[in-house]
């Protein structure tokens, strides 16, 4: 007889993973990522670039965390600039 080993999947859809504080992208382009941030974190996201930049798609998870940390994961793949100065985001390329 094998053994056989059980892995847990999380059977929660990405488009319902904020019911468990998280974010969810699954190759998002960054002009649907900036809505997104901006009704999950309450701020207004402007992107400053081409329509590359704005196409360009990413697909990642986060549990619980805050805005700058998103950006910086964002910004590492992305190989954007961004400011954060009052309620308002700008990313730059």
């Known amino acids: 007889i094998l053994n056989l ?25 960054l002009d649907e990522i900036a809505i997104i941030l901006s009704r999950w974190y309450g701020v207004q996201v402007i992107i400053d670039s081409s329509r590359k930049i704005k196409a360009e798609t990413f697909t990642g998870f ?9 950006l910086e994961s964002l910004k590492i793949y992305m190989g954007f600039r ?12």
Do not use: C, G, H, R
């Not at 986060?62 to 998103?70: G, T």
């Open 5 to 29: 080993k059980i892995i847990k999947t999380d059977s929660i859809p990405p488009e319902a993973q904020w019911t468990n504080n998280a974010l969810v992208f699954e190759n998002k382009p």
């Open 62 to 70: 986060y549990d619980n965390e805050s805005l700058q940390n998103v």
């Open 82 to 93: 961004y400011k954060i100065e009052n309620n308002t985001v700008l990313i730059e390329p």
